[in-house]
């Protein structure tokens, strides 16, 4: 499972640039790293301890005096915090941010100060939910993110579903020849939904793939056979119109 990862990243630092994005769009969220997610699809189990949760946002003012006005990277349940002081856009898909570090809990005392050889990150993206970074603060030399979610101020509007099937395979593509699976779902279990790709064909039949949320997994995919929107299912049970 892991060379199939590596040969997944590789691909995608191969592969052309597509979409433009900007770095605002990779804040106000979670994230699972690459050996938490091998170790989710090796497990094919979920991951529901906070520990190992990485967050970071990025300054909207760079190179600020004030470091109220600078962004963060932090890692749940390791100490210290990397300080964004700035974030320069190289092209359509990858970004370079300045950082430097001070403590978790800093106040007047303790105001860091920007470096003038500050340590860069260079962060490569593959898609909106995936992050490639090379010299991260507080960690490998490099390191791969998977969102896992988005926080409640995010401007992604998500719909409620519910699973109506047993055993139902979640995958990190949209697709069951190379999609790896994350793991099962089961009757019941709710999930969001934030999107869906075009019509495919899958275990014989032709759906969507829904792009989800759900607890413990990175964003994931699940084929629109095996998910009813809980509008849809309150609807057919006769308690809404």
């Known amino acids: 499972m892991k060379t199939k ?30 050996l938490t997610v091998e170790y989710i699809i090796n497990n094919q189990t979920p991951i529901l301890e906070l520990y190992d949760i ?14 109220k006005d600078w962004g963060y990277y932090s890692i749940t349940g390791i100490g210290g915090v990397g300080a964004i002081y700035s974030v320069s856009k190289i092209d359509d898909n990858k970004f370079i941010f300045e950082y430097g570090y001070y403590p978790s809990s800093a106040d007047q005392n303790q105001i860091p100060v920007k470096e003038s050889n500050p340590n860069t990150c260079t962060v490569y993206v593959q898609n909106e939910n995936t992050l490639v970074l090379i010299n991260p603060p507080l960690g490998m030399y490099r390191k791969t993110l998977y969102r896992k979610s988005y926080t409640k101020d995010s401007s992604v509007i998500m719909e409620e579903g519910i699973v109506n099937d047993l055993n139902v395979r979640i995958r990190l593509e949209p697709t069951t020849s190379k999609g790896l ?5 089961q009757t019941g279990n709710h999930v969001k939904i934030i999107k869906k790709s075009e019509l495919a064909d899958a275990d014989g039949k032709k759906n969507y793939w829904y792009q989800i949320q759900v607890e413990g997994y990175p964003i994931c995919w ?6 009813t929107k809980q509008k849809d299912f309150l609807k057919n049970f006769g308690f809404v119109e």
């Open 5 to 34: 990862l590596n040969i997944i990243i590789l691909l995608f630092l191969l592969s052309s640039k597509i979409y433009a994005y900007e770095i605002q769009d990779f804040s106000n969220s979670e994230w699972f790293d690459n």
């Open 54 to 67: 990485i967050n970071f946002k990025f300054p909207k003012k760079n190179n600020s005096v004030d470091y």
């Open 222 to 227: 699940i084929f629109g056979e095996y998910v």
């Open 181 to 185: 699976i994350l793991g099962k779902l």
